[in-house]
């Protein structure tokens, strides 16, 4: 089974970035989409980007022109660039992967944004 392991986030001040990465075990390639989720502080667990196999990429509404989901196929790595960052982008942010039969979930990073 792929091990993920997400790295990059902290503490940013409002409309600053962050880049987070989660490296994966095993050929990205292999999986039918990789994608991002996140959750906040009393809240659900709730969509962020998503890239598919194709190349293709989807964004929540709350995220669309401020990050920017991709990956590096070499490095079996997929990265969130997130820019613009708001107030309300503080959560715990969560690396998945989907293989056709199971979706695999990193440990999660912390991004704090804040003043």
């Known amino acids: 089974q792929v091990q993920l392991v997400e790295s990059g986030g902290g503490l940013v001040q409002p409309g600053g970035s962050l880049r987070l990465s989660c490296a994966a075990s095993?050929?990205?390639?292999?999986?039918?989409?990789e994608g991002w989720y996140r959750q906040a502080p009393g809240k659900q667990n709730e969509f962020v980007a998503q890239i598919f196999r194709s190349g293709s990429t989807a964004y929540a509404d709350s995220v669309k022109g401020r990050f920017t989901i991709s990956r590096d196929n070499g490095a079996n790595t997929i990265y969130l660039q997130m820019n613009n960052l708001k107030t309300e982008d503080t959560a715990v942010y969560y690396c998945?992967?989907?293989?056709?039969?199971?979706?695999?979930w990193g440990p999660g990073t912390l991004v704090t944004v804040s003043s």
């Open positions: 095993t050929n990205i390639l292999s999986f039918d989409d």
């Open positions: 998945t992967t989907w293989d056709g039969y199971r979706r695999t």
